[in-house]
Nanobody
Framework: QVQLVESGGGLVQAGDSLRLSCAASGRTFSRYAMGWFRQAPGKERECVAT????????YYSDSVKGRFTISRDNAKNTVYLQMNSLKPEDTAVYYCAGSLLRWGTTRGDYDDWGQGTQVTVSS
């Protein structure tokens, strides 16, 4: 099991940027596929971006493609989500997730979750 702690959320205006970080501890971080998910009030938790164990492969949802970038630094046990050109519809709690067994894009693919960090984008 890996413990995950997100940081970097906040209140910004539309068009601004934020970088979320997720620090991992526990088992070997480099063996984990990682993902960022988000959940807005009254909505299902959705996958935003994922990255494979080495970082060679990434996935982005259509809603964030071209605006968000996921990356990882295995030496620092950290995964990042750079969010540019933020929109009010990006407002949500953002969760970091890890998977030892598979690189997927659904909630069920991930076993370990952080507590979340709030991102609020005002218009």
């Amino acid at each position: 099991q890996v413990q995950l702690v997100e940081s970097g959320g906040g209140l910004v205006q539309a068009g601004d940027s934020l970088r979320l970080s997720c620090a991992a501890s526990g088992r070997t971080f480099s063996r984990y596929a990682m993902g960022w998910f988000r959940q807005a009030p009254g909505k299902e938790r959705e996958c935003v971006a994922t990255i494979s164990w080495s970082g060679a492969r990434t996935y982005y949802s259509d809603s964030v493609k071209g605006r968000f970038t996921i990356s990882r630094d295995n030496a620092k046990n950290t995964v990042y989500l750079q969010m540019n050109s933020l929109k009010p519809e990006d407002t949500a709690v953002y969760y970091c997730a890890g998977s030892l067994l598979r690189w997927g894009t659904t909630r069920g693919d991930y076993d370990d979750w952080g507590q979340g960090t709030q991102v609020t984008v005002s218009s």
